[in-house]
């Protein structure tokens, strides 16, 4: 089973659509979730964290299920702008003294006018 | 220079070539990691440096060599690579408090060094 799951998409919605990505992890020991955004030939940036409580930026909405290892993202009124492949992360305390991050595959998203 | 700068940013070696990728970072953080990045995979986390300790090694071929000579500066060299070994190598930094507490976990990437191995 792999350790973080994405569906690899694309996802092709209209501007203003409002469009969700969901992300499941195996390992239960796992402690902090994040969002990253990768643009095409560029570098994954942060684009938020994951609480358990959920929060919100701006248009962005990350939710966390830790009971059943599943986490979310949601994106409303869909920008061009927005058009990106999204990474899921997962990170691990390890005994060696630090934390392990496991990044998804990636879900492609693409926003057309 | 600001956030985490990589060298060189394309690179073309043959297989018998050694040569080494740079990464420096200007955010006073105390992690490094190298991770490798090929076409339709996730990216694989190769090394962790914490306080200039490798914390991580994820079974990586020891044709690939880190160093890490402060925490500022992270290094990987490479020897007799082979073509599957094209890909895109970031590097990233982040801040960690002492064990068990961490200050910050977020990762800030280099723009990647692209390899390609004839």
């Known amino acids: 089973r792999k350790e973080v799951e994405q569906d690899p998409g694309p996802f092709n919605v209209p501007e203003g659509a409002t469009v969700a990505f969901n992300c499941t992890y195996s390992?239960?020991?796992?402690?902090?979730f994040f969002w990253y955004r990768q643009d095409c030939r560029k570098e994954p940036k942060l684009l938020m964290s994951?609480?358990?409580s959920g929060n919100e930026d701006g248009r962005f909405t990350a939710q966390l299920n830790r009971a059943s290892q599943y986490i979310s993202l949601l994106i409303r009124d869909s920008k061009l702008s927005d058009s990106a492949t999204y990474l899921c992360?997962?990170?691990?305390?390890?005994?060696?003294?630090?934390?392990?991050?496991?990044f998804g595959r990636g879900t492609s998203l693409i926003v057309h006018p | 220079e600001t956030g985490v700068t990589q060298t060189p940013r394309h690179l073309v070696m043959g297989m018998t070539n050694k040569k080494s990728l740079k990464c420096e970072q200007h955010?006073?953080?105390?992690?490094m990691y190298w991770y490798k990045q090929s076409a339709k995979k996730p990216l694989e986390l190769m090394f962790v440096?914490?306080?200039?300790?490798?914390?991580e090694n994820n079974s990586v071929p020891s044709r690939f060599s880190p160093e890490c000579p402060n925490s500022s500066h992270l290094f990987l060299h490479l020897h007799t690579l082979q073509p599957e070994d094209s890909a895109l190598y970031l590097c990233?930094?982040?801040?960690?408090?002492?064990?068990?507490?961490?200050?910050?976990?977020?990762?800030?990437f280099g723009p990647g060094t692209r390899l390609l191995v004839l």
């Open positions: 440096y914490s306080l200039e300790e490798r914390v």
């Open positions: 990233a930094s982040s801040q960690e408090g002492v064990r068990g507490k961490p200050i910050q976990e977020t990762q800030y």
């Open positions: 992360v997962v990170n691990t305390w390890a005994s060696g003294g630090s934390y392990i991050p496991t």
């Open positions: 955010l006073g953080h105390n992690a």
């Open positions: 994951v609480y358990s």
């Open positions: 390992n239960s020991a796992s402690q902090s």
